[in-house]
């Protein structure tokens, strides 16, 4: 009797997680019902609780409203259904071959930085390159830990920190608006109200006593990461690539960053290192 109460439970909160869904999409009744190609009634239905998903109209609405992985999960199981996705450690067998190309995306892009973080910008493979980038300040690890943060390496924390990286960054006023971006992006974007609260945080660091978010004036059709490494003025740019078809949580949240240099000095800089 209480396992059927608690699955009447979640099954009531579908409801509430899917309208949640369609609203930071920003997408309407008739948005939705049409990405997933059923009914602005059945959406309504749904909402309200009129009617309940099956699992496949779950993943359709998911597909629907690029759901991550995890929160695929969350949605799944509030319908009253299995969770459908598992969540599998670099290190394990079935994950070779993400391992490798992992691997090779890094080791091609020497003497480059180039890293790869999770989805709370935990760093979780680096290059030379990037170790070396990382380190302009000192050991990042005994850095974070004078941060009082213990655990993996984050690479927002280190960024935003003043006693972190960020007294490096020349440009710090002009990326921040970029960073601060970002983070609220990818903290909302998460569904998650752990992540929610982490990434507020960073922002508070970034930006102490400030309501509003700062606004750029750039033009460039790219905005660079200006540093001053004791007098040495170093100037990158990064693209962020992630997995194409990912049907693992850890495949899902995996971002890969590649720096480039925007001028020769840089890039002369990094290949003499």
């Known amino acids: 009797m209480a396992e059927k109460q608690d699955t009447m439970a979640s099954t009531q909160n579908f409801k509430h997680i899917c309208r949640q869904w369609r609203k930071f999409r920003k997408l309407s009744q008739l948005d939705l019902a049409l990405a997933a190609n059923v009914s602005q009634r059945h959406v309504s239905w749904l909402e309200t609780g009129r009617s309940h998903p099956s699992r496949s109209m779950v993943e359709r609405l998911s597909d629907a409203m690029d759901i991550p992985l995890r929160e695929r ?21 079935m994950m070779a071959p993400v ?4 691997n090779r995306v890094l ?5 480059l930085p180039a890293l ?3 989805r709370c910008w935990n760093v979780k493979k680096t290059n030379q390159a990037a170790d070396q980038l990382l380190s302009i300040g000192g050991d990042p690890h005994i850095l974070q830990e004078q941060m009082g943060a213990a655990g993996e390496l984050n690479l927002a924390l280190l960024t935003v920190h003043p006693r972190g990286l960020r007294p490096y960054i020349a440009n710090w006023e002009q990326v921040l608006p970029s960073i601060i971006r970002r983070l609220r992006g990818e903290s909302l974007a998460s ?4 992540i929610q609260e982490q990434f507020a945080q960073y922002i508070e660091l970034a930006t102490p006593g400030e309501d509003s978010e700062p606004s750029s004036a750039s033009l460039l059709p790219i905005l660079p990461l200006e540093l001053n490494v004791n007098g040495l003025e170093l100037s990158l740019f990064s693209i962020i690539s992630t997995f194409g078809t990912p049907q693992d949580i850890t495949t899902d949240e995996l971002r890969i960053e590649t ?15």
């Not at 199981?77 to 459908?84: H, I, R």
């Not at 391992?99 to 992992?102: C, E, N, P, R, V």
């Not at 720096?259 to 290192?273: D, G, H, I, K, L």
């Open 107 to 111: 080791q091609h892009h020497d003497p």
């Open 99 to 102: 391992l490798d190309a992992l």
């Open 116 to 118: 790869v973080v999770d």
């Open 191 to 194: 569904g998650d109200l752990s």
């Open 259 to 273: 720096f480039y240099p925007t001028n020769a000095q840089t890039e002369q800089f990094f290949r003499s290192v």
């Open 73 to 93: 999960n969350v949605l799944l199981q509030a319908a009253g259904y299995a969770a459908a996705y598992s969540e599998t450690e670099l290190d394990e067998p």
